[in-house]
């Protein structure tokens, strides 16, 4: 393996360059410099071939999906992304695929303002695991042990696409609309990090989490740690259109939007003299969010509602298992 | 995979804990505080099953290799170790290897002061990474690019019994006295990473490496970055008894010690007026040290000499490539 060249000729060059970098990639370590008055906020994540991406997904795709993964993990704190370490074990050297891959790496670092400090290249089975560490102020972090009874609950966007377009990769459904499908798609491959939607939560909301493994396993995460309870009202969450239009079973829409994974929309409580401003700020960014129920104090329950009435999943669906 | 069950048993307790971690393992992401006039030093390495280590090695070992390896990189800038964040893929799950491998982890928090913040579990082939940050005060990094002609060569340690050991675990070679075959294979195992001798050369090595891919290619490394050359002498390298007892042929103990990786000794240039204080600074610590060469103007170029003869090597041996 000659892993120096593989950094050296596609990674070293090509990406964002921030001026709190001292020392990048090259030499043993890099060296950054923290701006005063902030924390470091640091996340890791790992995807792997078979297991969160299917084989023969196109290097774009698993490009865009370890650095989402992880930039997702830095909104759901608040944290603004600044620098990207990135271990890339691949079976074999494949040029066209590295510099595919390395190029979008380089895109999502100028979109995002990030810079790729460092990392590894190993001979190995497909997978990449990727660190990324940002800036919060000091104390404005967002956990997910600070939501309240009383506190409305919230998300960003739209929920259950990239469940139904990792189903429809697999051939599992079929979806007649070309531009549904390819919208529902590109929702599994090039999910959106909600970076701005997170900093904007700084000192407004009291807890907050990405939904990686499903709206009701990710919040079992929040009401747990929070000590709390919780009230959904399932006929309130936000479905896509190509999901509305195709799903003719209204509770299969509903179970994709509840427990199906990797849309990487936040999940967020707000206590109620904070709800018409969050609704404001997030409208004028354009990003859309929708209010789906509220933090009790019935601690470890959550209480499922379909048009005011209580509802129940089969229990099999509740809670996201890797596909492989 | 019950991940989240898997790191809250093994990882989220029983490691050290540190005042400047906000926010450690169980959220999305670690909240973590840089002491005012310190940079962050950062660093990622993944170990692979069969690549970087045996198969069936123990997991002490590999928890050991795995964390040493990245502060090692750490050392060689002459940073403290703070923060750890680590990527575990594992074919399966089981209770006696993770619990081996967490309690090493646990163990090298407590004797290194770092706190492990986070890191991901999933199922795949054996491998590991870790991202290690540290911290350095500000403009005290020592990087690969600083070596000037005239520097004087050190290493500290011995070299080539990481190498030695790896041929011992394969059976390539046979090492009659027991204490020195047990000594070789722990090099190999549990290497060292001299992180008090890296703090100890800020502000007097013009440049510093680690040696993970053998003394003569880590050498070209810091000889290309900094555009000068260096003589290198190879009777004056430090090598073991357990070697110098069991390997007849001189030669082949010279080119363990020139050429064979893992050994995660420090290879920096000191320039002649800090010559004498370096080497009474790491003998107070009983930090082994010894001056192998000096660096030279003729960029590139790196002039072994044995007993003051030109030599050199048959080429295949020089360049350490990963065994599989």
Known sequence: MKEFDLIGNYFAKGGYVRKDVLLGIGDDAAVTKVPAGQCVVT???TIVEGVHFLPQTAPESIAHRAIAVNLS???????QPAWISLSLSLPSINESWL??????IHS??????????GGDTVQGPLSI????????????QITRSGAEPGDWLFVTGSLGDAGVGLDLLQNKITVSNPEHASYLKNR????TPRVLAGTTLRRIATSCIDISDGLIQDLKHVISRSEVGAIVHLDKLPISEAITKNIENGIDAITYAATAGDDYELLFTVPEEQRVH????????????TRIGQITGATGKIDLRLNQKPFEF???????EHFS
Chains 1, 2 share one sequence.
């Open 188 to 191: 599994h491959w090039f999910p």
């Open 73 to 79: 993990d830095l909104a759901a704190m608040g944290a």
């Open 108 to 117: 999502l670092s100028h979109y995002f303002s990030f810079q790729l400090i």
């Open 314 to 320: 089969e229990s099999r669906k509740l809670g996201f």
């Open 278 to 289: 969050i609704e404001t700020a997030l409208a004028s960014y354009n990003i859309p969010v």
């Open 43 to 45: 996340t890791t994540d």
């Open 99 to 104: 510099k595919a891959f390395s190029e979008k």
């Open 129 to 140: 695991t990727v660190t990324a560490q940002g800036f919060i102020p000091d104390d404005n």
